[in-house]
Every structure is written in C-alpha cells, then in structure tokens.
C-alpha cells in the first residue's frame, strides 16, 4: 500500500516560526514533522509514499530527498498553484494504482493505521476518515456518525453553533482510486467542502471510525509547544533521538551539561548542545542541535531551535526561539513571546508577553519591547465575533493594532482597490478609524471618506459605489468602553465566514503589501451618500397614501446618525414625529456614554400614549435596530414585535418567505403561518440570516433583537425603512399593533444560560445529539428538539463559555417543564464531559495535557 502525504501548507498562523521553512519542517523535540509522519508510516508497513509540495517545497525535496536514508522510496509532485486538499491527491493519480492512505504532514500523531486499514477493508469502503476527539471543533471538520461508523453529516470548520460532534476529522483517510473521480483534472478541489459531501448520498461508501491513538494539529504557537511537550511526556509514540536518561530526559551525541547545571523535567538536549555552569532547565524544555544556554540562563517550558544563543542569565518562560537567534545576557522572554530566525536581542532586553519578532530583527540593548516586530501580535486567535470584530477602546483596540487590521484588510484586497470607512459619532469611533484609515492607505488602497453615517446608509453607498468594501466603526450598544468594527463586502453585506477566514488569515500572516510613498493616495471625501439613501427610501414606499392619513410618531432617536436623514422622509410623507435624543452639542464632544434602555422605554412608552401616537419607536445608535411601542402604550419585547412585522408585512405585501434565526420563537412561527406564509430557518449569525434573506427571495429577514432586513430595499438591517414601512403597511390596512397583538397565538419563549468550559463544548454537544437520536432534531444552529406544540433549542454561545437553553412552546406550564429538564440533562452532559476530560488520555485531543 502507499501513502499519501500533503505536504503543501504554508502555516500563516504560526508565523514567525513558518517565516522560512514550509510548516511540515517545523522542528517537534528535534526532527521536523513531516519526519515523525514518514516514520510513523514506516511502522504501520507502509514505506511507498507521494509527497505532494507547494508553499517552499524544494526545501522538503532538499531534507528528504529520495527518502533512502528512512529507509523508504519517496516521489514528489509539486502543485503550480493551490489545488485544495483532494485536488493536491488527484495531481498524483498516475502514481496511485490501488488502496492508499492520505495523511497530512504537519500534524503530530500516532494514529493507529493498521486498525484504519482493516476498518476500511472490513466494511468494503470507498472512503474511510479518521476522527479524534478534540476539545475546540472549530477549526476541524466535525463529523458524526451511526453506531456503525457510517457518516450521517459533517461540516468542515464550523461556527459554535454548528458544533454538533466533538468528532473532528483528522485529515488522515483511507481511499480508493475511483475516489479521485469526484476530481475534475487541474481543478481545485477540498475532501471536505467538495469529494465527501458528494458521497454522503450513496448508501455505504463513506465511513469513519475513532482513530486509536494521539493526534495534534499544530495550527498555533501554543498547540506547537503542547506537541514538544506531548512527545516528551510519552503522550504520543514518537522516535526521539538520544540516550534517554530516565523516563523523560534524552541527551544527544556531543552535548555538554556542566555538573552544576540543573534539569528537571522532561528535557530534550540535541546533538553538540551546550547547557552552562548553574544554567537551570526547567521542563519540558527542547534544545536543539547547536543550541547555547549559557551561565546562569533558565530555560522553563520553551522550544529553542538549533544553534540559537541564550545568553547569561537570560530568563525564558514559555517561548520558541527559532534558529541561530541570539539572545545577549540579561534578556528576559515572557509567556507566549516567539523570536524569528537570525534575530538579535540585545542585552537586558524584556520581550512582553505574546510578542512575535520576525527573523532578522536586532533589538538594541535595554529594550522594552510590547509590539510585535514587525507588524505582528494578536490578542486573540481570531478575529470575528458574532458583533463583527469587537474590543475595548485602547485596550484591545489600539491604534497600533487598528492600523495593522486596516492594513490587512486592504492587503486582501486588489491594490487601487477603493475602499470606504464610516463611523458613529463617538470619539472613539472616530480614534479607530483614523488609525485603519492609516494602515489602508499604507497597503495602497484608494480610501474613501464618508465621516458618520447611520450604518444602512453606509451599506447603500457601497453597494451602489465602486468600493470594493467597507469598514463601519461604531461603539458598542453592550459595553461604553468598547467599540464594534463592522465590516461589509461590495454588496454592503456583512462578511461570510469564508471572507472572515480570508481577512483572519491575512492579519495572522502579517506579511502585508507596502507600498512606495508615492503610491500612497489622498483620502477621498464622499457627499451625496444620505441624499442617494433617502431617494431610494423615498421610491419604496406610496408616501402620498401615508401623508393623507398623516399619522403622529413618536420617535426616540438615541442619539443615532438616524436624525441625519430619517426626519427628511418623515417631513416628506407627512408624518408628526414627535422626537427624543436626537443629537448631542458638538462642541462640547460630551457622548452619552450610558444609556439606560429600559428607562428610556418606559418614557417613550407614557409618551406614545398621552399623545395618542400611532406608535412609538427607539432606534439604536447604529440606526440598525429598532423596538416598538404599540398605540396603547405597550413596549413590545423583540420576539412579540417580530411577529407581529411578519404577521403584518404578510397581510400587507403578499404571501411569501419568512427568514428568521432557528433561535426565532413558537409564536413568530404561529403568526406567519396565520398570515399564510413560509417560514425559512437559518443560523443566528447577521452574515447567515441577511444571505439567507438575499437567496430564498424573503419578503422580509428577521433576529431576535429587533434587526429587519428587508432584501428589496437592502441586504442589510435598517431600523429607518423598518419605521417607515410598518407606518405604510398600518396605514395600508387600516390596522393597529394593539389589534395585531390581540391577534397573536399565545406561546412562552423562554430562554437560561448553562456554563461549559471551551474544551468540552463540543462533546457536550455529541452527547446531547446521540441522547436524541432519533426525535425530531435540527441541526441547522445547535441542536433542536422539536414537537408538535413546540421546541428546545440548545446553542453553544459563540463568544462564551456557555450554551444558551430556549424553550419555545404553546402552554406555559409545558414550556418551564421542558426547560427545566432541558438546563439539568445540559448541566449533567457538562459535568459528565468535564470528568471525561480530565480522565481521557491527552493523546486523544490536540494540544492535550
């Protein structure tokens, strides 16, 4: 049989140390990874293997070539351009004439592949995948199973709301030739996103089973230094070269320990290593060939690459110093720091906590370094949360760290690409968009200014604009002293999770394009973005019909960019707007920094009736979402005002979709199919229900805190039109909100949160669809359980560590009983998982101890 190693990653998310070798050649505890792979093929019998090469292959070509030396035969094929994970595989089809094994070569393991085989060839499978599980699904495919092994659904890199499994694919497969059919010649194509959902339809021929053994993806600095650490502590079976002194410590040929040097711990020493008088080498700790930790110096729980100098007393906590980096005396590394290849630190040096240097930087003597050089650093491992990007004003986003996502985000796209930037009205705002404005500008991009604008206006301009983006900052409506970034492709639509990965990717590689000064273009101001919006507002929307009715409003502005253009059509439709909050004196730059929601509810509630108004209504600061007040003086909460705008946009325009997040209430669900309606569920995420809005043609798109879109108007969610069009659709039909409300179908949605520590989330989530197994389930966003009088939805929070419980059904006694049983079996699933965690050998997750 032979083997199949994709060879071909680049590793842009562990840069510096990917900076000049591909990924499969980053050294674990003194041999490359790809290494550890063909080895581990060796022992399972498999010594024929196809190396398939892109990102720097000639440097694996170089390490290995003919693979004599290991004792096998090894060929290479090299991709002229990315051809995906199967497409790599289908390049190599001359060479594959029966049965092999795909495995990737830049993931330590010690998967059993003799069991894989026999798996494969018991059950007569086309295609076998080999899962592990890992306490972070989000960066795997998880897949889930029968009892058998067959393949019943999978995703490949899901959001928390898609975890259903914590069953991740390993990437390492068992296939057969007639595979590769499924594999246009020279076209890109991934196992995942391509080959095996077009298999999953036939009876049989996809298979998977729980890999025996340890797996780790090394995708981060951290799961790298937890393989070092893994492969030390005898986690995984891996040949470690050196006499092994004790169960954990190896010393190669030629090193040098001084008898006053001490190690404790599991300890890797290379070949000709030297380790000085008193130097302390506080385990696990990796020295390579050549490397230096001169007098004095202590090394705890770092990878020190060959021939790189510690110098005295130096202090190193929880690093990787890459080749022949040179560490003067007195330098003090901190947790999660990394050094480049060919750096100099200079003397008495602190390198911060997290600060990535990249190879052939020289810092002077005495330095306090706290940013990445150059152009590097993160606080977190990715970018997106489900408010766009978010952080603390100056704390998390700095001006520093804006102007590298400026630049990144102008880097992914064509230089000359014109880009356009928009914020709110607060200070910080506008801080943050100066600071991407200059990083933009410095990757070539030709921006354009549109100052403060509510954030649908912003989505029109660039849909109907040449700009190939743009950028909305704007503060956040959850926390005064932070702030969201909004970002929107050319069609003013909030990125897909593909476009985030892409604009993640690009920040995490830090390499961005820099252009010549005289590249750098001026700052284009745009005019004329409200006027275009209110036309085409205006031309939505029979105002005359509204002006002779002349309805009375009252309307609480909060502070929006809203009162810059909403009063226009509301003067042009004749409509009495009585008005709260809308503006703040710019002169004295005082921004209202709290707001107290349900104070300022209640006073536009007692307004809205004494004035006998036809309704009442809050906008936020973004001007995207709005709350209702009905003409009694009823504050309507999002889920009852969101029936009742689809119950009246139904009556009002048509038959037609519904789109609302699975997360959406029994009583939306009711109203709709009162109106005569079709209800379209999708994931909660903005991106998901405004795509979801664009493609099935909605009528109307919805979410659970009061955002509409309205996908003939815009992709996007605009609380202006929303106002507008319930006063037309009121007017319309000679209808009230306190008629429609009396006209609602009773239902109780209630809603707990249960905690759960990231690492067992996704077996929590495994073990709630196994336990359900059978009912009628949903897997669309999390897992719901459904019934005829309602349903329990159990969603993982994206950006905590909890899973939201909602029970949404008819009777109330009903819907606390199924709650209540809901949050206990939850809880238990939690306590269960963390006890299997901490039981479960660490060779079964990624990055495990």
Not at 40 to 66: C, K, M, P
Not at 587 to 601: G, S
Not at 630 to 652: F, N, P
Request: net charge negative; glycine share 8%; hydrophobic share 40%.
């Amino acid at each position: 049989m032979r083997a199949v190693v994709m060879a071909g990653g680049e590793g842009s998310r562990l840069r510096p140390l990917t900076s000049r070798r591909p990924k499969p050649l980053v050294p674990v505890v003194g041999r490359p990874c790809l290494e550890h792979v063909l080895r581990l093929l060796r022992r399972h019998g498999i010594t024929e293997v196809v190396i398939t090469l892109q990102y720097l292959g000639a440097s694996i070509r170089n390490y290995f070539g003919d693979g004599a030396e290991l004792g096998m035969h090894l060929e290479y094929v090299v991709e002229d351009r990315p051809l995906g994970t199967a497409g790599s595989v289908k390049n190599a089809a001359p060479l594959l004439g029966e049965t092999f094994v795909v495995i990737s070569g830049d993931a330590l393991t010690d998967i059993d592949l003799t069991q894989a085989i026999a798996f494969h060839e018991e059950h007569s499978a086309r295609a076998t995948i080999v899962l592990a599980k890992v306490p972070n699904p989000l960066e795997y495919g998880v897949v889930i199973t029968s009892a058998e092994g067959r393949i019943e659904r999978f995703l490949e890199k899901p959001s928390w709301g898609e975890v259903f499994s914590d069953q991740a694919n390993t990437g390492i497969y068992v296939i057969e030739p007639s595979v590769l059919d499924y594999c246009p010649e020279g076209e890109p194509r991934d196992w995942a996103q391509d080959v095996f959902p077009q298999m999953l339809g036939q009876p049989g021929a996809l298979w998977a089973l729980v890999g025996r053994g340890y797996w780790c993806d090394i995708g981060s600095v951290q799961s790298y230094l937890q393989a070092n650490w893994d492969a030390l502590e005898g986690r995984v079976e891996c040949e470690i070269a050196g006499q092994r002194i004790g169960p954990s410590q190896w010393v190669n040929e030629g090193a040098s320990v001084a008898d006053t040097a001490r190690i404790e711990g599991p300890a890797f020493i290379g070949h000709d290593a030297v380790v000085g008088h008193v130097a302390f080498l506080n385990g696990p700790v990796v020295v390579d060939r050549h490397a230096v930790v001169d007098a004095g110096a202590k090394v705890s729980n770092s990878v020190l690459w060959p021939q790189v100098y510690v110098g005295e007393r130096s202090r190193l906590r929880q690093t990787v110093v890459c080749s022949a980096a040179t560490l003067k005396p007195d330098v003090l590394l901190d947790d999660g720091s990394v050094i480049g290849d060919d750096c100099t630190i200079g003397a008495g040096t602190i390198v911060e906590q997290g600060v990535r240097i990249w190879p052939g930087k020289e810092i002077e003597a005495g330095s306090v370094v706290h940013e990445s050089v150059i152009w590097a650093g993160t606080w977190r491992s990715s970018l997106f949360s489900k408010s766009g990007i978010t952080g603390i004003i100056n704390v998390e986003l700095t001006p520093e760290w804006c102007a590298r996502l400026g630049a990144a985000w102008a880097a992914a796209q064509p230089r000359d690409s014109q880009l356009a930037i928009c914020r709110d009205r607060s200070p910080g705002s506008g801080m943050i968009k100066r600071a991407l404005i200059s990083g933009m500008l410095s990757a070539g991009a030709r921006v354009v200014d549109l100052f403060e604008l509510p954030v649908p206006v912003t989505c029109h301009f660039t849909r109907e604009s040449p700009a190939s983006a743009a950028i909305h900052v704007l503060a956040s409506p959850l926390d005064a002293r932070s702030a969201d970034i909004l970002v929107l492709d050319e069609r003013g639509m909030p990125l897909d999770r593909r476009q985030e990965r892409r604009l993640e990717n690009t920040f995490f590689r830090e390499d961005f394009r820099r252009v010549l000064p005289g590249q750098i273009t001026d700052i284009t101001e745009a005019s004329g973005a409200l006027t275009a919006y209110a036309q085409h507002v205006a031309s939505q929307f029979d105002l005359e019909a509204v002006s002779r009715a002349h309805p009375r409003l009252l309307i609480d502005f909060g502070f929006s960019s809203a009162s810059m253009v909403l009063p226009q059509l509301l003067r042009q439709a004749r409509v009495e707007a009585i008005t709260l909050r809308t503006g703040f004196e710019e002169e004295d730059r005082v921004w209202p920094q709290a707001r107290d929601r349900e104070q300022e509810l209640a006073q536009a509630s007692a307004i809205t009736r004494t004035v006998s108004a036809l309704l009442g209504s809050r906008l936020d600061a973004s001007g995207q979402r709005l709350s209702l007040i009905d003409d009694q003086g009823q504050i309507l909460d999002y889920e009852e005002a969101a029936a009742l705008v689809a119950l009246l946009t139904l009556r009002a325009r048509g038959n037609g979709v519904i789109s609302a997040p699975v997360s959406s209430s029994r009583r939306l669900e009711r109203a709709i199919a009162l109106g005569g309606g079709q209800l379209i569920l999708t994931r909660a995420d903005e991106a998901s229900i405004v795509r979801s809005a664009v493609r099935t043609r909605a009528l109307l798109a919805l979410d659970e805190t009061g955002g509409f879109v309205w996908p003939t108007h815009l992709a996007a969610y605009d609380a202006m039109y929303t106002l507008l069009a319930v006063v037309e659709m009121l007017v319309r039909t000679g209808s009230s909100l306190s008629e429609l409300r009396r006209e609602l179908p009773p239902s109780w949605h209630l809603e707990r949160s249960v905690d759960c520590p990231w690492e067992v989330k996704g077996e929590v989530m495994r073990r709630m669809v196994e336990r359900h197994r059978g009912e009628r389930i949903d897997l669309t966003d999390g897992l719901k359980v459904g019934t005829d009088e309602g349903w329990v939805l159990i969603l993982p929070d994206p950006d905590r560590p909890s899973y939201r419980v909602i029970a949404s059904l008819d009777e109330e006694a009903e819907a606390h009983r199924r709650i209540e049983l809901a949050v206990e079996e939850l809880e238990q699933m939690v306590v269960e998982s963390r006890g299997s965690a901490r039981s479960v050998p660490a060779e079964l997750v990624p990055g495990g101890g």
